[in-house]
Structure formats: C-alpha cells, structure tokens
C-alpha cells in the first residue's frame, strides 16, 4: 500500500540525481524524466480501482494520527495525483538549451504536485503548495528573456503575498482547533470554526491558494506570464497546476469550512473573474493573452459551480475542471506555432489544415455546442443555479450565458482568420509534430467523451459523492475517536 | 500584568508586521522594497503562527530524568514556523536573484517602468502594436521621462 | 427501425455521401436521388400530415443526467420536413447542373456545397424531430451552426457576414439556453407534457421572462424585427442554390420552435392574459405589433436595394412577419394562413433565387442597374420570375394569395383595423419593389453586352418550372396544402379550419377554384378581343417613340436606377437606419467595458484590491 | 343555381358592365365638356373611338410580352366583373368577397405594366413607376373603407350585403349607417378611376402620354375597354357598399351613374397633382377620414 507514497518520492529522488545521472550518460539524463513519470503513473493506475471501494489513508512515519502527516487517498485526490504526472509526461518541456534544468523542475512540479492532492494535512499542504510555487518560477523564468524574469517577478510578488495570507490563515485555523489534520479538522470545525474567526481563516487561505487558481483578485500576473512563457509551461500552470489549487479549496469547502458566506464569496469572485477575463480576452489582438484571458473565465466558472452547495456544486465544478484540464492544454499548444498576433494568422489552415480544424473543434467544446462535453458540463453548472432560486445566482447564470456569447465571438474571429481566403505576408510556421500529437491525442479525449458520456458522467457522479461525505473521511483517517489536540 | 495585555500587544505587534509588510508591497515602486515587504509579511504571519498557542510561563516540554514541567508550551507551531521561514528564504533569495536580473535586462528597478516595458516587450514579439491605453499619464515621473529618451534612443 | 429511423439515417447517409462524392460529375445527382429518397421516406409517414397518424416515435433514444432524450416525429414536424426536403430536393438539383462545373472551375468546393447544403437539411430533421425540450436545444445549436458553415463557405465578404450571423445566433441560443433551464426549475424535467401542464399555474413575472427570452431567442433565427440586421446580407451572400434553400426554409426552424414551445406548451390563451401595465397591450398584441412591423420595414427597405439577391433576401424577413403575425392571431383562419404562407413562401422563395442565380450564371450580374431587356433571351426564366413576384406579391392565380387572403379575413374576423392596414401597406410593399425586380432584370431596353446572353441551362430551368407548376397548381387547389395545415392545427390544439379543395368554406370564404376559372376564361376572352383587330407587327426595341429624341444603339435608355422617385420623395427621410445605429451602440459598449478591464489587467496596481481583502480579512478578526 | 343559368350569368356580366361603361365615358366627356363650356361628343363617340382603333392595319407591337400584358388587363377586368353582383345576377359573389375583388383589380393594373415594361421605352417606365405609386397612395384608404364595411355587415360576401341593406330598409344603408367612410370612398373614387385630379402619370401633358406612349391602334382600344370597366368597377363597388346595392335595374342604373358623376363634376376644378402630392393627400386627408370613421364604426 505504500506504492502510493512511491508516487511523490519517485519523481523528487529523480529530480535531486538527474544532475549525477547526467554525468554518467547524457542520454539517460534525457529519458529518465518521462521513464520516471511513466511508472508514477503506472502505480497511480494500479491503485485506481482499489480505492474505487474504499479511500486510503497512510500515516508517514508510523506517527498515529494527529500528530503525524496523513496521506489521504480517494478516487477524487488520485484523479488529479494522475493528471498531474500524466500532464507532465505529455507536456514535457522541449526547450533545446537548458534541457536538464528544465527537466528536473517539471520531475519536481509532477512530485509536489501529486503530493498537494494526496496529502490530508494543512501545513503539509502548504508546505508542497510553496514547493510547487517556487518549481512554477523556475519553469517561467527557465524562458531566459527579460520578458520572463520581469513577468516572474510579479507573479513572485503575488504568490509571495499569497502565500503569507495562507500561513495566516492556518495560523487561525491552528488557534482556534490546536489541530491541522483535516479529518480532526472535520470533526471540530462546525463548533469550533463555525464563527467570524472560521471565516477570516477561509478567505484568507482562499486568496492564498487562489492565486495559482486564478481567483478574480489575484490573477493579475495571468497574462504577463502565460504570454512570456513557453507555451508548454504555460499549459501545464493553466491547465494542470490551476486545478489543483482549487482542488484544495474543495478540500477546504467540503471538510472545513460550511459557513453560506463562505459560498458567496465564492460566488462574487466568480461572476467577476468571468466577467472580466471574457470581457479582456474580446479586445486581446494576439493569441496567447486571449487563451490567457479565457483560461481566467473557465476557472471563474469553475469558483461559480463551486459556489453551489452540497453534492451537485462539487459533480459541476469536477465536470467543468475534467473538461478543461483537456481542452486548455491542447490550445496551449496549438499556440505555440500560431501565438503571435492573430492578423498574421490569416491563411494559416491552409498550411495547416489539422491544427486548424482542430481548434474549430476545441473552440466549439469550450463555447459549449451540444454534442460536445463542454454543453454538458456547462448545464451541470446553470441547472441547479437556476433551481436555487436566489438572484446573485440569476445573475451568476446571466453572467455566465453572456460570457459564452463573448466567447463564440472572438473564439470564431480567430477560426475566420484562419481560414481566410488570401493568406498573410509572412509564412505560417507548421506545428511541431510532438506538440502537435499531444494536441490531437486531448481533443481525441473529447471526442470519446462525446461517444461515452454516460459512463464518463456516473463515474464523475460517484467520485464527487465519495468526495462529499466527510465521515468516511474521518473513519478511514483515524478509526478510534480523536482526542482534543491541545496539549494541556 | 495579566494575561490579556501581553496577548493584545503580541497580536497587535503581528498585525502590524503584517500590515507594514502589505504596505510596502502595495504603496512603494520600487522593487528593492516590494521584497522587503514580502519579507515582513512573512514575518509578521510567521509571529501570528507562533502566537497562536502562546502561553504566559509556559516552559518547553522537556522531560527532564521524569519530571513533567507544569506548563508545557505546544511545540507544533515551533516546528510549522522553521518550515515557513526556511520556505520565506528561499523566495526572497529568488526574488532578489529576478531583481538583478530584470535590472540588468531593463535597466531600472522602478515597478512602473518595468511594467511598461514589459508590455512593450510582448507587444513586439507577438507583432501587435503597443495597447493605447498603457501610455497612461502614470508614467511621468523625472527619471522615467530620462529612462524613456534612453531605452527610445 | 421506425420510418422516422430510416429518414433520419437516409439524411445521415445524404451528408456523407456529399461530402466524399460531391466533387465528381455525378456526385451532384447522386445526393439529389437521395433526397428524393429522403422524401419517399417522409411520405411513408404521410399519415402525419393527413391526421390519420398523431405521432411517429424514433426508437433511438439516450438517458444523460437522469434526462430521458427521445425524438419523435407529429404534423407540425412533418410539414415543416416537406418543405424541408422539397427545398433542399430542388437546391442540389440545381446545384448538380452546369451552375456546379462553373462554381467548381473558379475555386469553390463542391464537396463543400453539397456537404454543408445535406449538413443543412440532416441538422434540420433532427431539430423537427425532437421529443422534450433539451433535444430542441441540442437541434437547434446544429442548425444555426450548419446554416454558419453554409454561409461562410463563399469567403471574403461572406466571412464578416456569417461571422455577424453567429455572434447573433449564438446569443439568442444563450438566451434560449437561459428560458429553457428556467422552465426546467420550474417545472422539474424538459417534457414536453410536463410544461403543458405546468404552463397555467406559472406566475406572471417568471412567465414574461420566459416569454421574452424564448421569444428573443426564437426571434433571432426568425430575423424578427430588433434582430433582423444579420439575415439579409447573409443569405444574399451565399453561393447559389445555397441561398434558395435558407431564403426557402431556413429561418422558418425559429418559426417551428415558436409553434411547438409558445404557441403549443405556454398557449396563446396565457399570452392574451400577460397584460403589459400603463397600456391596453398584452402580449398577443405586442408580438402581432412585432409581426406586423417587421412586414412594413424590411420591405420596404427592399424596395430600395439595387441588388436583385439583397432585394429578396430582405423580403424573405419581410415575410416572415406575415408567417409571425398569422400564427399569433391564433384563430382557426390566422394558423392557417399563417402556416400556409410557410409553404407557398418557401416555393415562390426558392424559384425566385434560382431565377437570379441563373441570371448572374448568364449575364454575371445581379446588380439591378447593369441588367435590362432579358424577355427576349431568357423567356422561360421570365415565366419563372414571373410566377414567382405574382406569388410574393399575393395576386389571385398563385398560391401567395391564399395564404394572404386567410390572414386578412383573420384580421376582419379578428377586428383589429391598425394591423389590418399594417399588412396592407406590406403587400402594396411588395407589389412596388416585386415591379421593380422584374422590371429592372426582364423588361425594358436590352443591354448591348447582353445580346448573346442564351436562355438558362435545362439543370436550372426544370427545378424552376416545377416550383412554378407547384405555385400555381397549390394556387389553383389551395385544398392540397389547407389538408396538411389543418392535420398541423389539430395536433397543436387551436380551432382547426373549416376547408374544401378549392378554399375556405364559410361565410364570405373562398372558392379558388372558381375564381382562378373565371380569370382563365377572362384572359381567353381577352384574346379574342384582342384578336379583332388586325396582325400586329413586331418592331425593334429602338423603334419607339421618344418625345422627338431618338433612341441610339450605344446610349441604351433603361430607366432603372431611383425607380420609385415619388414615393423616395415622401419617405426618404424616414430611412434613419435607427436599428443599425443600435447595434453599434453594443458593440461600442463591450468594447469600452473590455478594454476597461484589459487596462485592469495590464496596469492597475493589483495589490490595492488585495489590501482592500486582506483589511476586510484581519479586521473580522480583530472585531 | 344550376350549372347553365351561372354560365348564362358569367357571359352576361361583362358585356353589360361594357355597355354600362361605355355609358359611363360618354357621360363622363359630357360633363367635362360641359364645364369647360363646350358642346362633348356625340352619343356613339366612345364606340366609335373603340372600332376606329381596333379596325387600324398598323398594329405595332414591342414583343410578345407587350400583347400578354393587354389581354391581362381586359380579360382581368373581365374577370373582376363576375364578382360584382348586379340586379338579378350574383355571379361569383358568394366564391370571393370585397378582399378577393380588391385583389382582382391589381391583376388589370400589374398586366398592363408589365406590357409597358415591354415597350422599352424609358417614358412608359416612368409612368408605370408613377401609377403603381399611385396605387399604393388610394390602395389604403380603400382598404380601409372595405375593413369598415366588411366589420359593419359581418360578412365580405358583397352579395349578402346588398340583402342585408335590402332586407332593413334605407335606414340599414351603408352611407347611414358609416357616412365618413362613405365621404372616403367619394374621395379617392376619382384615384381609382385613374380620372382628372391623380392621372399625373396618364396625362399627356407631363411625360410624353407615360404608360400609353408605345400603345396604338388594338392595344389602345384595349386600355379604352379597360377604362370602360374601371369606371362601371369604381361606381358599382361604391352602390354596393354604401347606396344598398342594386336590387331593381331601374334604381340601380340611376345610383351608379350619379356616383360617378358627382367626382366627375368636382375633379375638372382641381389642378393635377404631383406623384408625391398624391400620395401626401391621400395618406393624409383620406386616410384620417377613413381611421375616424372606423374608430365610429367599431365603437
């Protein structure tokens, strides 16, 4: 039961000898990465059924329960342990020069990654959220132009900021329950954290993990980065990292924190991060602001399905995150032959018919067109909104429609200058093949989504009801009845 | 002294790291000291931590050949906080390590200019001309008009 | 394998055999014969269409979220897949003639044509056919993104147009997304039944928002009045047979969607109650107002357009007011005429493009000011445009004239003298810019280019003069078409019309037969009056008298351009354009607020709102 | 009404409504004549006109179209005429109301332009241009009294509404019971004639004669039966509507060419008008009479 633990090591060990395993051969060093990241996934996969029946928890160390860090495996948290290895792999940065370097910081951005999900404790959390942080500068800056460093740097201010507001937070929460294990956090939150204090801990830690999830406030530095960046990294950030930030605010949601305030935070920084990453992205003129600019309204999306309560807001919110985990990534790399201005665009299906229909196909999904699982990700999302009957969700649901209509619109201005009819005075670059074959291989995924929609819908039912019941979360994590943590 | 005054001047004396800390990031341009109050804030949270399971006369708990001393202070938060500075640490050294370099590249360490040129930057390698809106007034301190005539030049 | 089934697959079929077969000679016939096919398919449930059949299930069907889709097929839907495939039957006839080589020789795909134009049709089957609300969504997102493939295929200008249509079209689906879900909170599942039901006991608010958005979202793919600026330009732009099938049906599916979802589930009955506070309007007399004025304004924005494709495709959104405001006075002779006026449009519609496309296919020209004097050339593509204005304009031998006739004596019934004279002054419309086509392109002096200008080529005459056979023959017997409409009534739940083979039996009715026989027997008596007098000698068209100035060859005098000087006169003012003016304040709008929030983005210090949340956050604590 | 007596019926109309009509010229060049102190034609003069350009050996024609054009005129009106129901013959009242006739007598109008427009000749253009405007100014109002009267008696079936203002008696006539929609009809009855004061697009002064410049010899003798028809069609509709219709030949004759007479008398008096004079007067003075009339009617 241990191979999970071997899903986090594994990764960081590689990362620490790539430099020694360099010196032997060089061309070990180039395909140690993937093989390493290979076999993660692997032991992820071998692991997913069993955990289908019942969640697992591991204590590191042997130390029991809430002194020790737990490890806490459900179908939920493996779900992004994997396509965060699986991402990496299929991402795996190609810049020529510092091959190494870059290498080792996506091994270390795959092992904190799968370490975020699978953890159950909030330092520990914390811990792994900065370790992510600090490996995503080193990917951006990895670029080399000034452009990366300064758009680093702002991206450092913020997280910098975040991150202390996080530490706030736990330290809140830590004062008022003198625990951090979530499954004990769980059992005292709703007398001990249910009042002002309870709040300020949330929307502290909320803005402090938000800012990898490109919540409304703290997503400033989203375009600056993703536009220097490559386009690569930039895939990985907005298409994996973004989801697993939000996985812990789910985490923190679900376990922790109940208040309805807490929802509507959830719900106001939601309408205005659609609003205004939609409305940006209409006027962007060059092609990776625009996804940069879209990619901030999918997760604002994704913070509104979040905002509805009980079991239909996590089902939406996972729908939405699966959805876009696929499609955001492939656009990336579409982008990263096509990512200068989209008037130099003009003609480019012509040189590249594939590229092209293939980005009709994920703008159709994104905008959410019937048979494509966008639509059905997006109705997951309105239809309890609608049911709940109270007007910031009306309005939620106005915000989001219109968006989509923004969407449409400057998504097809792209698809018309693609395939215009007299090309642009430069040369169009053709898509590399590998970029290309892993954008083919995601929009394949969404095209079998469509053909089996229904399995794929009860099996995300089932791993967002396991994730909402709390109790088996606390039985599994410590079976005998946990003590008050304060040492007297 | 009663308990309550060391409690509120502890906890206001966090805060108040941590306001200055926030202060510094937002009021001041100049990158130097937006790390500065990076570090502050760091510490102020860090404080916060420490403060959170503070006991007056609370001594650590060592078991000294079997005697338990009366009062034993938490050690979880000492432990939590060495991780957070070691983490703070290593932030600021990249932070700093970024700010050589964008010196180096841009020649100024005043956030606005940086910024501008930043976008300029963008705008040229993705062939769009610069946004109108960013050549807001904002910029018209001295020694950026100088910096522009140099980096125009 | 129900018989719905096998339409639905023989369409499938259609589309994939156009897209891998299309480019070759035969390729063209080949998915002409199939939607023969498709229609042979159709007509096995034809006891739809003469209410011996109430409803035709399709055995295919899935069960998503806890939703039960299912499609079926009933009158309503099966009068509009006629039409459906009618339209598209002659379209690709069309198109599979000598006007396919020529658009294959300078670059246009053929593959592409006949794939998007069977794309067309299949996404329309499949939207007539939906069983409960979500499949009418999932339908009607396939049609307007199939109509936007068919639009965009022209390129350069075509593209800004289609792209204008999409933005439009996708906003109204949101809109319609939006009602759709409201009704699904509030009734608990997307049947059909269900909302019928639920449909009295609804509140007045929650009920005239639903109105509106399903309205607005219809309206947009009707081209009803405040969204009617994408729909002309658009179908003038696309290629040939193209723009006969969507001017013929296309925008018809909004009209579908309005019958099945207002007019069936909600009930024109709940509208008449939906008073509109501070006026004596409800909502029956603000939709037939809507109705009415979007008959007035596009016509006669035709009546200004020198282009003969732009003149009909703004008719095209001229009538479907006629179509609007039948339907919407929901009396026995309205819904009939307003139905009707579907099909004889549609027929008149699609002859009245393929005569313009064979037109420009001879001369290469459509601009009305560049043509002249083509009788003498094209004779049989003059009988065509002839049939065809004389059924737009609503004269007696043809079929437009009945349905108009039921809509009028809907209004006298009805008695409501303002929309009566609205309609009115949208025939009279027609009548003058209708003149104006026919005249510009037909009559009138020959242009010198166009002297060796011969006849349209057979591919393109036979479709045209079976339309024009099928406009006189439902004009002489208006019965054939009455039947289908009143298996349509009888199926929606609204007074069916009392009818005969000739027309309308009841006081003051119609008898069509009668009167076209009298007409005939008029005009036989006219030629022999005519011929009392002596041989008549035919002379030049230069030999005529001009006030004492000759005619030459090279300066041709065909009065066409500013045709209707004394009516510009009066009403040129009042062409203000007020609706596109509109449509820039949006965009202007979204475009200020967007580079608002870019200029947030780029430049704005972020860290004041994090401070403005971090204050928020400490200061809870510390209160 | 069996089969034979309503063929006898359909053959008997138009040649009566042609007699009548030709009555109707010779009365109407009486009276113009008359005012402008001359003595008018003799008795057979429009006959006479008719034979002189029909026996003509000369008969120039622009196509086949310009020939077609005619005979839609004459064998339209023709048509039109069964459907207005004399003393003693109903003819095809009962298939096609007051809406079905109005539509009838677009037929004549859009044949003859038709013809015209085969003609190529730009005057005849321009004229057409003007007379359909022209229909477009009197149609509505005209629309307007046929949607009063056909609300008044319930029915568009004109020959129901001559038994129903027989039946009650004069009180029940159509000018008692709805006089502003009668004084709109007697003013755009000159309009509908195509007579003195809106026959700007006739009249040979202003374009070189407009529609009727390339006509001569049959084709003019056509529009000659054509204008005989319209004006029997004009003042028919009128007794119909409004005068309790014809029910004893001796009372019918003398009703429908007083209609005819008093606009006659009135129009010589007026200057002609231009195309947008036209239309501003009739949209303006008429129409407000016609919507007042309708709002008293349907009160």
């Known amino acids: 039961m241990n191979l999970l633990v071997l899903m986090i090591a594994l990764p960081l060990l590689t990362a620490f000898l790539l430099s020694s395993i360099n010196r032997i051969s060089t061309l070990a060093a180039r395909w140690i990465g993937p093989l390493v990241l290979l076999a993660t996934a692997v032991i992820g996969l071998s692991v997913w059924p069993q955990l289908g029946a019942a969640p697992l928890a591991l204590q590191w160390g042997g130390f029991q329960a809430p002194l020790g860090i737990t490890l806490y495996a459900d179908q939920f948290a493996l779900l992004f342990a994997l396509a965060m290895t699986i991402g990496t792999l299929l991402l795996w940065p190609r810049s020529a020069e510092n091959q190494l370097r870059s290498s080792s910081l996506a091994l270390l951005l795959a092992g904190t990654g799968s370490g975020l999900a699978l953890s159950g404790d909030l330092f520990n959390i914390y811990v792994f959220y900065e370790l992510m942080t600090v490996v995503s500068y080193g990917l951006i800056a990895g670029r080399g132009t000034s452009g990366s460093f300064a758009s680093t740097l702002r991206y450092l201010v913020i997280s910098g900021f975040g991150a202390a507001l996080a530490l706030a937070g736990i330290a809140l929460v830590y004062q008022a329950t003198g625990t951090l294990n979530l499954a004990q956090l769980a059992q005292l939150a709703p007398e001990k954290l249910n009042n002002l204090q309870g709040f300020a801990a949330f929307v502290l830690m909320l803005i402090g993990f938000g800012v990898k999830a490109e919540l409304f406030p703290v997503n400033m530095w989203v375009p600056e980065v993703y536009a220097t960046a490559s386009s690569r990294v930039s895939a990985l950030l907005a298409g994996v990292v973004s989801k697993l930030a939000l996985l812990i605010i789910m985490r923190l949601l679900i376990l922790v924190f109940h208040q309805p305030e807490a929802l509507t935070v959830l719900l106001v920084l939601g309408i205005l991060g659609v609003a205004s990453g939609e409305l940006a992205a209409w006027r962007a003129r060059d092609l990776n602001r625009m996804l940069a600019f879209s990619s901030i309204g999918q997760l604002g999306v994704m913070f509104i399905a979040l905002s509805i309560p009980g079991n239909a807001g996590i089902f939406a919110a996972l729908a939405v995150m699966v959805h876009h985990l696929f499609l955001k990534p492939s656009m990336f790399l579409l982008a990263e032959r096509w990512g200068g201005s989209i008037e130099k665009l003009a003609g480019a299906a012509r040189t590249s018919p594939i590229a092209a229909a293939l980005f009709v196909l994920l703008a159709l999904s994104l905008i959410g067109v019937p048979p494509l699982p966008g639509f059905w990700a997006k109705l997951l999302v309105i239809m309890p909104m609608l049911a709940l009957d109270q007007p910031l969700y009306y309005l939620a649901v106005f915000v989001m429609l219109a968006a989509a209509s923004l969407e449409a619109n400057y998504l097809f201005r792209v698809v018309m200058k693609l395939y215009d009819k007299q090309p642009a005075a430069t040369s169009h670059k053709v898509h590399a093949t590998a970029d290309l074959a892993t954008a083919l291989f995601l929009g394949g995924g969404l095209i079998a989504a469509v053909f089996m929609l229904v399995p794929l819908a009860d099996r995300l039912d089932s791993i967002a009801a396991q994730a909402t019941d709390v109790s088996t979360y606390i039985q599994t994590v410590a079976p005998q009845q946990l003590q008050s943590g304060r040492v007297q | 002294m009663d308990i309550l005054d060391i409690n509120i001047i502890l906890y206001s004396a966090a805060f108040g790291l941590m306001l200055i800390g926030i202060g510094g990031i937002v009021i001041s341009n100049h990158l130097i000291r937006i790390i500065f109050g990076i570090a502050l804030l760091e510490a102020g949270a860090n404080l916060l931590l420490l403060l959170s399971t503070y006991h007056e006369g609370a001594s650590a708990p060592i078991i000294v050949d079997g005697s338990v001393p009366a009062m034993m202070a938490d050690p979880v938060p000492q432990a939590l906080v060495l991780t957070a500075i070691v983490i703070g640490v290593g932030i600021l050294a990249l932070a700093l390590s970024l700010a050589i370099r964008v010196q180096r590249a841009y020649g100024t360490l005043d956030m606005r200019e940086v910024r501008l040129k930043l976008e300029q930057e963008i705008s040229e390698n993705a062939g769009i001309e610069m946004p109108s809106s960013s050549h807001a007034p904002a910029v018209t301190t001295a020694n950026s008009a100088a910096a522009q005539q140099e980096s125009g030049s | ?623 | 009404m069996h089969f034979l007596e309503l063929l006898v019926e359909l053959l008997l109309m138009p040649i009566l409504a042609f007699v009548i009509g030709l009555a109707m010229v010779l009365m109407m060049r009486r009276i113009g004549a008359r005012i402008q102190r001359r003595v008018g034609p003799p008795v057979l003069q429009p006959i006479y006109d008719i034979i002189k350009l029909y026996s003509k050996d000369t008969q120039i024609s622009h196509g086949l179209m310009h020939e077609i054009g005619i005979i839609m005129a004459v064998g339209g009106y023709i048509a039109a005429e069964t459907l207005l129901p004399v003393p003693g013959l109903d003819g095809l009242a009962d298939k096609g109301g007051a809406v079905t006739l109005a539509y009838m007598l677009m037929i004549p109008a859009l044949g003859m332009a038709l013809g015209v427009g085969q003609c190529a000749n730009p005057n005849g253009s321009i004229g057409i241009s003007r007379a359909l405007t022209a229909m477009l100014a009197y149609d509505i109002p005209f629309i307007l009294v046929i949607f009063g009267a056909s609300y008044v008696y319930g029915t568009t079936n004109l020959a129901e509404m001559i038994s129903i203002q027989q039946q009650q008696g004069v009180s029940s006539w159509g000018i008692v019971q709805m006089p502003l929609l009668a004084l709109t009809a007697l003013l755009i009855l000159p309009a509908i004639m195509g007579k003195h004061p809106f026959e700007i697009y006739v009249a040979p002064a202003e374009i070189a004669t407009g529609p009727m410049v390339e006509m001569s010899g049959k084709f003019m003798g056509g529009l000659f039966v054509m204008q005989c028809f319209q004006l029997y069609t004009a003042g028919v509709i009128f007794t119909t509507l409004f005068l309790g219709g014809g029910v004893y030949w001796i009372t019918f004759l003398p009703k429908i060419f007083l209609v005819v007479a008093i606009p006659m008398s009135v129009a010589y008096l007026f200057p002609r008008y231009r195309t947008e004079d036209v239309l501003r007067l009739m949209w303006k003075w008429p129409m407000l009479l016609g919507l007042i009339g309708l709002a008293v009617v349907m009160k």
Request: charged share 10%; aromatic share 12%; hydrophobic share 55%.
């Open chain 3, 1 to 623: 394998m129900t018989a719905l089934d096998t339409l639905l697959l023989i369409s499938a079929i259609t589309v994939g055999v156009a897209l891998l077969a299309g480019n070759w000679r035969v390729g063209g016939w080949l998915v002409t014969i199939l939607y023969a096919l498709q229609g042979a398919a159709l007509l096995m449930m034809s006891g739809l269409g003469y209410s011996t059949l109430t409803v035709v299930q399709s055995s295919f069907s899935i069960e998503v979220l806890s939703e039960q889709l299912l499609w079926r097929f009933d009158a309503l839907s099966w009068f509009f897949a006629l039409i459906t495939i009618g339209a598209g039957l002659f379209s690709s006839w069309f198109a599979s003639g000598e006007w396919g080589e020529r658009y294959r020789d300078n670059g246009g795909s053929l593959r592409l044509f006949h794939g998007a134009l069977a794309l067309n049709v299949f996404t329309m089957l499949v939207l007539l056919a939906s069983g409960d609300l979500l499949t009418l969504f999932i339908g009607w997102e396939l049609v307007s993104w199939a109509s936007f493939l068919i639009m965009a295929l022209a390129g350069g200008k075509a593209f800004g147009y289609a792209m204008r249509y999409i933005s439009y079209a996708f906003a109204g689906a949101m809109a319609l997304l939006g009602g759709l879900l409201l009704i699904y909170a509030e009734v608990g599942s997307f049947d059909f039944q269900s909302l019928k039901e639920a449909a009295p006991q609804m509140q007045a608010s929650t009920l005239w928002l639903l109105v509106v958005l399903l309205t607005s979202g219809f309206g947009v793919k009707m081209a009803i009045l405040p969204f009617h600026l994408w729909q002309a330009k658009a179908y003038a732009q696309t290629p040939g047979p193209g723009a006969a099938f969507l001017g013929a049906i296309s925008s018809r599916m909004g009209l579908f969607a309005f019958i099945v979802v207002v007019v069936q589930l909600i009930g024109i009955s709940r509208l008449v109650e939906m008073e509109i506070p501070f006026t004596f309007l409800d909502a029956q007399d603000l939709l037939a107002w809507i109705a009415v004025f979007t008959i007035i304004i596009p016509t006669y924005i035709a009546l200004r357009q020198h282009d003969a494709r732009r003149l009909l495709a703004w008719h095209g959104v001229g009538q479907t007011g006629y179509m609007l405001l039948g339907i919407v006075i929901a009396n026995d002779l309205g819904s009939a005429g307003g139905l009707m006026h579907v099909f004889n449009y549609a027929s008149y519609q699609a002859m009245l493009f393929m005569v313009v496309v064979a037109v420009i296919h001879r001369t290469g020209t459509s601009d009305l000011n560049k043509l002249g004097g083509l009788f003498t050339r094209m004779p049989l593509s003059y009988l065509a445009m002839l049939i065809g204005i004389i059924g737009l304009a609503g004269l007696p031998p043809m079929n437009g004239f009945v349905s108009k006739w039921l809509i009028y004596r809907s209004l006298i019934v009805d008695g409501s003298p303002l929309l009566f004279l609205g309609a009115v002054i949208g025939t009279l419309g027609t009548i003058l810019s209708v003149y104006k086509l026919i005249h510009n392109i037909f009559l009138g002096q020959l242009r010198v280019e166009h002297v060796a200008v011969r006849e349209a080529p057979l591919s393109m005459v036979i479709p045209m003069m079976a339309l024009a056979v099928i406009v006189f023959v439902t004009g002489y017997f208006p019965g054939l078409v009455l039947d289908w409409t009143s298996a349509v009534q009888a199926s929606i739940g609204i007074p069916v019309l009392a009818h005969h083979l000739g027309g309308v039996s009841m006081k003051g009715g119609l008898d069509m037969i009668w009167i076209v026989s009298v007409l005939l027997i008029g005009f036989g008596f006219g030629t022999l009056v005519f011929f009392l007098g002596g041989r008549s000698r035919r002379v030049h068209q230069l030999d005529n008298y001009a006030g004492g100035h000759f005619l030459t060859a090279e300066t041709r005098y065909h009065y066409s351009d500013n045709f209707y000087p004394g009516l510009m006169h009066l009403i040129g003012p009042w062409y203000r354009n007020s609706f596109e003016w509109l449509e820039r304040g949006v965009i202007s709008a979204v475009d200020t607020l967007s580079t608002a929030m870019q200029g947030l983005y780029r430049n704005a210090h972020p860290s004041y709102l994090l401070l403005a949340a971090v204050v928020f956050a400490l200061s809870w604590v510390i209160v």
